[in-house]
């Protein structure tokens, strides 16, 4: 079972990443090509969130697995935006 401070750790590091997500896709938006670097440690950020969130709902109760399962599917749908805009 996952206990409930490394589920709040791993919400913490998710929502940083979506953050910084939707702050390169305003960017990313606005500068067009001039900002793939961050633009792709966004991506990068995204990617290993998704794959924590994974891992962790193998050992995680139900109630946790549906905070997990949220904010994969959070983080899920910021990744497809940052890959079906131009930048």
């Not at 940083?16 to 896709?25: C, I, K, P, T």
């Not at 891992?55 to 890959?83: D, K, P, T």
Request: charged residues 25%.
């Amino acid at each position: 079972m996952t206990t409930r401070q490394a589920i709040d750790k791993l919400m913490q590091q998710c929502e940083d990443a979506v953050r910084f997500g939707q702050e390169q896709l305003v960017e990313g938006q606005r500068q067009e090509h001039y900002n793939d670097t961050e633009f792709t440690k966004a991506q990068m950020g995204l990617e290993n969130a998704y794959k924590e969130l994974e891992e962790f709902a193998h050992s995680a109760n139900a109630q946790q697995r549906e905070q997990l399962y949220r904010m994969r599917l959070q983080v899920q749908q910021l990744q497809n935006q940052l890959i079906t805009t131009d930048h």
